[in-house]
């Protein structure tokens, strides 16, 4: 059977996600980024959905769990990204103070906005009118616009925390190798991917009009392209997360051998106290 190149990088990933989440469980990060692993989990889910009930149901319903998913997909990635920030400038800082509440508030009300506002700027909108006229699919397509247009807002939100985590991580003990900086280097890369993907094919929507077969099948080899270099950059991020995780953070060892000393020097003074 020969394997196309799709079907390929599709195993890879699937594959990616699996051993991703043996290290997240066989190295214990589970618990300290808990946002993180349900994400992958439900990655891994909306993976195995699409492949193998494409075909097997009907499409109304196919795109109902599709779309349902990654609608999902994105509340769980936003849960990430206040996640990732907590442990960066919160309660996970290494270094100085964290955020007191009025800066949290200050930040996340500018990201937010910068992000709506560039969700509003993106695209064409849906003509609502349109989708109410059927009636019967309104609910579905409302579905769809919703999944859409919130896949697009959290990418932007993932490439404007991780700029913020890269920028100002290291001057609160969370430079570039920790573990939350690293993931968020990750989701952001794909983030730029896929608005990447996205941005080229809305342009070629709107530039080339098709004439005839022939450049029908043109137009979707190169979609068909354009989506497999998002799921190279995505296996890419995948590998960079397995091989960040699996190794330990700068200072884990130190805060650990640190732990383990603390006792023996409290005890050393009042043995002291007592001999004399």
């Known amino acids: 059977m020969h394997l196309t190149v799709e079907q390929i990088l599709w195993a890879l990933v699937l594959a990616a996600h699996l051993v991703l989440l043996v290290v997240l469980l066989g190295r214990e990060r589970t618990r300290r980024f808990s ?6 989990m439900l990655s891994t889910v909306r993976l195995l ?13 196919f795109y109902w769990q599709s779309y349902a998913l990654l609608i999902a997909a994105s509340i769980f990635l936003l849960g990430t990204l206040i996640e990732l920030a907590r442990l960066t400038f919160g309660r996970g800082c290494r270094r100085g103070k964290p955020l007191s509440p009025l800066a949290w508030q200050g930040w996340t009300f500018l990201l937010l906005a910068i992000a709506f506002t560039a ?11 349109a989708m109410q006229a059927n009636r019967q699919a309104y609910p ?6 919703i999944a859409l247009k919130s896949e697009l807002f959290t990418s932007m939100l993932a490439i ?11 001057r609160f003990g969370n430079g570039f190798r920790s573990h939350a900086v690293q993931i968020v280097i990750g989701l952001s890369t ?13 342009t070629i929507k709107v530039a080339h009009k098709i004439t005839d077969r ?63």
């Open 49 to 61: 959905a699409d492949h193998l009930l494409q075909g097997k149901l009907s499409t109304y319903a």
């Open 119 to 129: 969700l509003i700027l993106w695209g064409p909108w849906p003509d609502l009118k």
């Open 214 to 276: 022939a450049d029908y099948q043109r137009i979707l080899h190169l979609y068909t392209q354009l989506d497999n270099a998002r799921l190279a950059i995505w296996l890419l991020a995948l590998l960079w997360w397995i091989y960040a995780l699996w190794n330990d953070a700068p200072g884990a060892g130190s805060d650990t051998a640190l732990a383990a000393i603390t006792p023996t020097l409290q005890d050393d003074p009042s043995e002291s106290s007592t001999e004399a």
């Open 190 to 202: 794909v983030a730029v991917a896929r608005l990447t993907v996205e941005g080229i094919t809305d």
């Open 140 to 145: 579905l397509l409302m579905t769809v616009v």
């Open 160 to 170: 404007l925390t991780g700029l913020m985590m890269m920028l100002f991580g290291g």
């Open 35 to 40: 946002w993180f692993t349900a994400l992958t």
